[in-house]
């Protein structure tokens, strides 16, 4: 079973909507990490959290350490937000494990 | 924020011949680099974490004699793949750990390269 779970593995939505990606872990963490990979396969570190919510622009993060579980939330989206999201978790040492991703299609 | 640059960022080879790709953190010094693979629409996998000055640590199933790693320098690591074959095409990412100086420690991803071995 992989340390890390995402759902839903693809998203597609209309241009406006408010979308939810959700991820679970099994294992104690320093940190819980939300990454965006775009098509051409470069990565973005999008927010770092040990607790609780995090905000940057319409992207909102929250993360429940007695649940081990994060949400990533984009508010409005809009098709340049497509690509694939990444949770990852890191524990001592800084070596992430990550999820599968989450691959998001936003429909104008 | 800070910059990972990995060169190449793509490159085709013939099976047998060795590829090098280096990572090198632009503003930032970095002790720890780490490698990733990635195949196509799976997760990144970590293959090892390279520390300056010293022999990396391999993930468990990867190669060390096949996938050579230098980290010679607080700025730069390299990956070599020796006597490559298809099966070693793949998407290769690697990421630098900025100790800051604060409170958590930042990694940032480089933009990735992609190999392709006929």
């Known amino acids: 079973k992989n340390e890390v779970e995402q759902s839903p593995q693809n998203l597609t939505a209309q241009e406006g909507e408010f979308i939810t990606i959700n991820c679970s872990y099994s294992v104690g963490i320093s940190a819980l990490h939300w990454l965006q990979q775009h098509p051409g396969g470069g990565i973005v570190s999008l927010f770092m959290l040990s607790s609780g919510k995090k905000k940057h622009g319409r992207l909102i993060a929250t993360i429940n350490i007695q649940e081990k579980h994060s949400s990533l939330h984009i508010t409005a989206s809009h098709p340049r937000d497509s690509a694939v999201y990444i949770c990852?978790?890191?524990?001592?040492?800084?070596?992430?494990?990550f999820g599968t991703g989450t691959s998001l299609t936003v429909i104008p | 924020g800070a910059v990972v640059s990995q060169h190449p960022s793509w490159v085709i080879c013939k099976s047998g011949t060795s590829v090098k790709i280096e990572c090198r953190s632009l503003?930032?010094?970095?002790?720890?680099m780490f490698w990733y693979r990635q195949f196509p629409k799976q997760s990144l996998m970590l293959m090892a974490t390279?520390?300056?000055?010293?022999?990396?640590?391999?993930e468990q199933g990867v190669e060390k004699d096949k996938f050579l790693i230098n980290h010679a320098s607080l700025t730069l690591s390299t990956l070599t793949v020796t006597s490559a074959h298809p099966e070693d095409s793949s998407f290769y990412i690697c990421?630098?750990?900025?100790?800051?100086?604060?409170?958590?420690?930042?990694?940032?991803f480089g933009p990735g390269t992609r190999l392709t071995v006929l």
């Open positions: 990852a978790v890191s524990k001592t040492g800084n070596q992430f494990y």
């Open positions: 390279s520390n300056e000055g010293s022999k990396a640590t391999y």
């Open positions: 503003d930032f010094q970095a002790t720890t």
């Open positions: 990421s630098a750990l900025d100790r800051g100086g604060g409170p958590t420690d930042t990694q940032y």
